[in-house]
């Protein structure tokens, strides 16, 4: 067979770049791969990676990367099923985690730190709620980074100046009366000059911090839907009564959004529920608002009730197939378990700990001039041991989905209908939810691998 | 230069193994493979269960495959009922003999076609802004009494995603009926004038017919392309959007594929979508080839 030239460069190409394909690799960095989502997370974590690194040989290293949270989440979810490199060491965000604990106990691909923690006294210097929500079955797979208490941030150039007093206010029902001559019309286009609360039907976060500080709940402990509650229905026709209607109170102005922050700089919206990572968020992202915001306990749904909720949370787990598990957790516990970086992490991001003996730091009691001279970190650690307890269903995406698409229903209603007051809406809050329940239900009852009796038959 | 004889037999199967190879490996096997995991539960390679009809069976029982498929096919309709019919206005224009500009005016109905539905679904969720956005801030400016904050993509989120699809596709459609229009005979144009025949009469009965199997393909293209929908409403409405009306077919596939790790789940989607497809396909096909 003869060949023209460029055949032969053509071949010579294919069979050069194959050889290159199989026998070079690219240069890996040095130090085990330490995977992060958040590139705040990886500053503050350098200087103490660096230190580590000084203090131990070259194979106990780390090397930490940053990795966009989608993406992590597909080569983590990649690499514990399907046996792809999985880092040493990774951080891993709360939504992330539902799909973790997706199949059966024995494939969650990370190492179970349960016994770990209880032998080393781990578990009882940690904020118990914060362990909640990486505990599935009674196992604990990763080391909880925060507890992301939340409180009420308001504009308090504008409250005051109404000659308010937020300690007066210790219900939501107290927060709609006492707030109230903030929403007058003085511009007289017929609309209120500014609404008291961000929260909106179509944003999940908020009705997930509302429900769980009522004590309401997705799941029970066993996994079991519970969305279909009545304290969930009473906190959803309240919410509803606060969006709907002529005298609603609430607006949509949401978080990391141009038009959502506008509103909070304006005055446009008074009141916002502020996890302590948010606090960090708007202390970098809306400097305008620094000595006119100040921080209070939320209001609770009823006399003596909760004043605190929480939302997001991230864990710092140990892949199985680690390379050295024993040099990993002894990284895990340096990280997570100082002083230092529980005091870099609220500096950086404004972060408390769930390490309960490092509250003690008097960096938390600083007065901080954003927030009016309020030592925040104090205030997000007194409501620390009150946030409430999650689940780590692996459906707890689609339940928070299906109770968001309940409260726009019974917008709709309620809308239709010229209803607005909680006890008015009760009965279709409850048919609503029980319609999200099924909804979620089905799901569930789909997936073979979340029913217990089938377990053990799907073993490999 | 002259061409060889000389080549074995084989010689030509050489030159094809490179690429079916790669087809056989990168699209035949994962073929076969996803309408056996159809049939499937799946959690990693390790974690298999044959599960027969189950995944179809629950598909059809799911209300949000419905709420996707509405979607999708009211998106569809409005494809060919509100976009093609304007993609061909516009060609018409365009065809218009003695029109000046015709090439800028080419070039800029096609280029927003040239811009990345990501790009364009962003530009949209700043223009659909409730408060600050472009169209609320014109409503607000001509409209006496407009509300100073309407959510467009909570209440109208098909009309928002119409409208978005509209600029991007119209201009795009537009040049295929221009380049049929291009290709029509003026003697038959001419005889229709002479023998009285009015605009419209001229298109009905000697325009439209000759573009008809170009009118034909552009019409499959746009059906297809509309159920194939989802970069657009997932990056404009941030997933599903509100009670998932903006939920589309392929969209609900990747929720539950790639969001729920349920790829048995999701391959039942994908072969139900295909089907549909190739349903509409020869359905269309027939009827053109009936009609002509």
């Known amino acids: 067979m003869q060949l023209s030239l460029g055949s032969w460069t053509i071949c010579g190409l294919a069979v050069a770049s194959s050889l290159g394909m199989a026998f070079w690799k690219a240069p890996a960095p040095p130090g085990k791969p330490f995977w992060l989502f958040s590139q705040s997370h990886s500053l503050t974590y350098m200087p103490m990676i660096a230190e580590w690194n000084k203090t131990h040989p070259p194979e106990h290293?780390?090397?930490?990367?940053?990795?966009?949270?989608?993406?992590?989440?597909?080569?983590?979810?990649?690499?514990?099923l399907s046996g792809t490199p999985v880092p040493d060491a990774v951080e891993i965000e709360i939504s992330m985690a539902a799909k973790v604990y997706a199949g059966p106990l024995d494939a969650v691909g990370l190492v179970d730190l349960t016994d770990r923690m209880n032998h080393?006294?781990?578990?009882?210097?940690?904020?118990?709620?914060?362990?909640?929500?990486?505990?599935?079955?009674?196992?604990?797979?990763?080391?909880?980074?925060?507890?992301?208490?939340?409180?009420?941030?308001?504009?308090?150039?504008?409250?005051?100046?109404?000659?308010?007093?937020?300690?007066?206010?210790?219900?939501w029902d107290d927060f709609a009366r006492i707030m109230a001559p903030l929403m007058a019309d003085k511009d007289r286009d017929g609309y209120p000059d500014r609404y008291l609360l961000g929260v909106w039907e179509t944003n999940p976060a908020s009705i997930e911090i509302l429900i769980l500080q009522a004590g309401g709940e997705f799941f029970d402990q066993n996994f079991k839907s519970v969305i279909n509650s009545e304290t969930n229905a009473r906190v959803i026709s309240g919410i509803v009564?606060?969006?709907?209607?002529?005298?609603?109170?609430?607006?949509?102005?949401?978080?990391?959004?141009?038009?959502?922050?506008?509103?909070?700089?304006?005055?446009?919206?008074?009141c916002c529920l502020m996890p302590d990572w948010l606090a960090g968020v708007w202390m970098q992202d809306l400097p305008g608002l620094k000595g006119k915001v100040k921080l209070m306990p939320l209001p609770a749904w009823e006399k003596g009730g909760r004043r605190t909720s929480v939302a997001g949370g991230t864990m710092l787990s140990i892949p199985e197939r680690s390379t050295d598990v024993e040099n990993s957790w002894d990284f895990a516990k340096r990280l997570y378990l100082s002083r230092d970086l529980a005091e870099t992490l609220f500096k950086n991001s404004s972060i408390i700990t769930p390490i309960k003996t490092h509250w003690n730091n008097p960096v938390y009691d600083k007065p901080n001039p954003y927030f009016c001279g309020q030592a925040n970190g104090r205030l997000f650690i007194n409501e620390a041991p009150n946030v409430p307890i999650r689940t780590s269903s692996p459906?707890?995406?689609?339940?928070?989905?299906?109770?968001?698409?309940?409260?726009?229903?019974?917008?709709?209603?309620?809308e239709a209908q010229s209803i607005y007051t909680p006890s008015a809406l009760l009965p279709f809050a409850r048919e609503e939810l029980k319609r999200a329940e099924a909804e979620v239900r089905s799901q569930m009852d789909r997936n073979f691998f979340q029913t217990a009796e089938n377990q053990a038959k799907v073993s490999p | 230069?002259?061409?060889?004889?000389?080549?074995?037999?084989?010689?030509?199967?050489?030159?094809?193994?490179?690429?079916?190879t790669v087809f056989a490996v990168f699209m035949v096997y994962p073929l076969i493979q996803?309408?056996?995991?159809?049939?499937?539960?799946?959690?990693?390679?390790?974690y298999v269960i044959w599960v027969g009809l189950a995944n179809f069976r629950n598909l059809l029982a799911d209300p949000d495959f419905w709420t996707a498929l509405k979607n999708t096919f009211t998106y569809a309709l409005a494809s060919v009922t509100i976009q093609l019919p304007l993609s061909l206005g516009l060609a018409l224009l365009l065809n218009r003999p003695g029109l000046r500009g015709r090439a800028f005016f080419r070039l800029i109905f096609f280029s927003p076609s040239l811009v990345g539905v990501v790009f364009v679904a962003m530009m949209f969720s700043v223009m659909f802004g409730e408060k600050e956005g472009l169209v609320n801030t014109l409503l607000r400016t001509f409209v006496p009494g407009f509300p100073p904050v309407f959510a467009w993509l909570q209440n109208y989120v098909m009309s928002a995603l119409i409208v978005a699809s509209l600029w991007m596709y119209v201009g795009f459609n537009m040049i295929?009926?221009?380049?049929?229009?291009?290709?029509?005979?003026?003697?038959?144009?001419?005889?229709?004038?002479?023998?009285?025949?009015?605009?419209?009469?001229?298109?009905?009965?000697?325009?439209?017919?000759?573009?008809?199997?170009?009118?034909?393909?552009?019409?499959?293209?746009?059906?297809?392309?509309?159920?194939?929908?989802?970069?657009?409403?997932?990056?404009?409405?941030?997933?599903?959007?509100?009670?998932?009306?903006?939920?589309?077919?392929?969209?609900?596939?990747?929720q539950n594929g790639f969001e729920r790790n349920d790829l048995g789940f999701a391959s039942a989607i994908g072969w139900t979508l295909a089907v549909l497809l190739i349903g509409l396909a020869i359905g269309q096909r027939k009827l053109m080839g009936k009609e002509e």
């Open chain 2, 176 to 254: 295929y009926f221009l380049a049929a229009l291009q290709s029509v005979g003026q003697d038959g144009i001419e005889a229709a004038e002479i023998d009285g025949a009015n605009a419209w009469q001229r298109f009905r009965h000697v325009i439209f017919p000759e573009i008809k199997p170009v009118a034909g393909f552009v019409v499959l293209l746009s059906i297809i392309g509309s159920l194939q929908l989802f970069e657009l409403p997932f990056v404009l409405l941030n997933g599903a959007g509100p009670e998932r009306r903006g939920l589309t077919v392929v969209m609900y596939l990747y």
């Open chain 1, 241 to 270: 009564s606060w969006i709907a209607g002529p005298k609603r109170i609430g607006a949509n102005a949401p978080n990391f959004d141009a038009e959502g922050n506008h509103l909070f700089l304006s005055g446009g919206v008074v």
């Open chain 1, 120 to 171: 080393e006294g781990i578990t009882a210097q940690i904020n118990a709620p914060s362990l909640a929500p990486w505990t599935t079955h009674g196992r604990i797979f990763g080391l909880p980074h925060d507890v992301h208490p939340v409180l009420l941030a308001y504009r308090a150039d504008l409250v005051e100046a109404a000659g308010i007093r937020v300690e007066d206010i210790e219900t």
């Open chain 1, 395 to 414: 459906f707890r995406p689609a339940a928070i989905q299906a109770v968001t698409d309940a409260i726009i229903r019974l917008k709709q209603r309620a």
């Open chain 1, 61 to 80: 290293q780390f090397n930490g990367t940053v990795i966009a949270g989608p993406a992590l989440e597909r080569r983590l979810a990649s690499g514990l």
């Open chain 2, 1 to 20: 230069m002259s061409l060889s004889t000389s080549h074995p037999r084989w010689t030509p199967y050489v030159f094809i193994a490179p690429f079916l």
């Open chain 2, 34 to 46: 996803s309408i056996v995991l159809a049939f499937r539960q799946t959690y990693g390679p390790d």
